[in-house]
């Protein structure tokens, strides 16, 4: 079992940033990928970023490219979101999610998942 508790989520200015930090016990943090999904509201879970069980690989979505940047500190058991130059629509509650073999950015292969942080950004 791997734990995973979000943080870091608030309410900031469009154009603004934020850093969301993912704090995992239980097993071995280095043994799992992780990730970054987010839901708004009446939408579907979307995939945000991934990186691999190392730091060494990542994944972002089309319109995350550029803005977010996806890292881990193995030592610290600690998965990070740094997400620069907001939008209204990146508006939404954010989830971090683990898995040792995942597909990665696919949610439903993701078998840990944290209770997420709210991310909400004023126009």
């Known amino acids: 079992q791997v734990q995973l508790v979000e943080s870091g989520g608030g309410l900031v200015q469009a154009g603004g940033s934020l850093r969301l930090s993912c704090a995992a016990s239980?097993?071995?943090?280095?043994?799992?990928?992780m990730a970054w999904f987010r839901q708004a509201p009446g939408k579907e879970r979307e995939f945000v970023a991934a990186?691999?069980?190392?730091?060494?690989?990542?994944h972002y979505a089309d319109s995350e490219k550029g803005r977010f940047t996806i890292s881990r500190d193995n030592a610290k058991n600690t998965l990070y979101l740094q997400m620069n130059s907001l939008k209204p629509e990146d508006t939404a509650v954010y989830y971090c999610?683990?898995?040792?073999?995942?597909?990665?950015?696919?949610?439903?292969?993701?078998?840990?998942w944290g209770q997420g942080t709210q991310v909400t950004v004023s126009s």
């Open positions: 999610a683990a898995d040792e073999d995942p597909e990665s950015g696919t949610y439903y292969t993701y078998d840990y």
């Open positions: 990186i691999s069980w190392s730091g060494g690989s990542t």
């Open positions: 239980g097993r071995t943090f280095s043994n799992y990928a």
